[in-house]
């Protein structure tokens, strides 16, 4: 048995390097979830990498900032260094790329709303029924793509060592209300160690492939 099937898709939302430490909105401890990450990319066979993409006259950012909902310091601004994803993280070409945030005068935290991409559609024709999420921050663009990922029939799993958030009383409320919509919830050490398991137990031997030996 697979710990994670091929039916269940990675969701890696904003790892960009605005929100890491030194960023222009950064996520406190933003930068640790990039080694979790890369350490559950190779379980997947379906990765979406979900990227703010912001025109530089975005309605989101303001001056002065409260840095809340409506209210954000100038970030990831398409092709600058800001909107790039940091250089640890892996990026692997079994993944669809989700553009958002690109119209000047809408807000979209959800990688569900990108008025590029349409992400279900993608899922659905891989036949993908579980989303893995994770990335930044969790009480803005994280939520938001769980709770539309449930919206869109998809079982949402939240990953809680694959995440943070902006403000400790936004995080709170956005974990409780995931929780409450039905979002399961792991971590990464747990999925590591159910796979260092199953390929003890040999759970994982694949059958040899035709023709081969
Ligand atoms: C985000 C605030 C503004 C996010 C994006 O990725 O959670 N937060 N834009
Ligand atoms: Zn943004």
Request: aromatic share 6%.
């Amino acid at each position: 048995m697979d710990v994670i099937r091929p039916t269940e898709a990675l969701i890696i939302v904003d790892v960009q390097n605005d929100f890491l430490p030194g960023g222009a909105l950064a996520v406190d401890e933003g930068d640790q979830v990039v080694a979790q990450i890369n350490r559950l990319l190779p379980l997947f066979a379906h990765v979406v990498y979900t990227r703010d993409w912001h025109p530089a006259d975005h309605v989101s950012f303001a001056d002065p900032p409260e840095y809340r909902d409506g209210s954000w310091p100038a970030h990831c601004v398409q092709g600058t260094t800001g909107a790039g994803f940091p250089r640890e993280l892996k990026i692997t070409d079994r993944a669809l790329l989700v553009n958002k945030g690109t119209d000047p005068g809408v807000e979209t935290y959800s990688g569900f709303r990108s008025s590029a991409v349409d992400m279900a559609a993608w899922l659905r024709e891989r036949h993908v029924d579980r989303l893995y999420v994770t990335g930044l921050a969790t009480d803005y663009c994280v939520q938001a793509t769980a709770l539309d990922g449930l919206a869109a029939g998809f079982d949402v799993m939240l990953v809680e060592d694959c995440v943070r958030g902006v403000a400790p009383d936004t995080t709170r409320s956005a974990l409780e209300e995931m929780r409450r919509a039905g979002v399961g919830s792991t971590t990464a050490a747990a999925i590591s160690m159910a796979v260092a398991v199953a390929v003890a137990t040999g759970a994982e031997t694949e059958p040899p492939l035709e023709g081969e030996g």
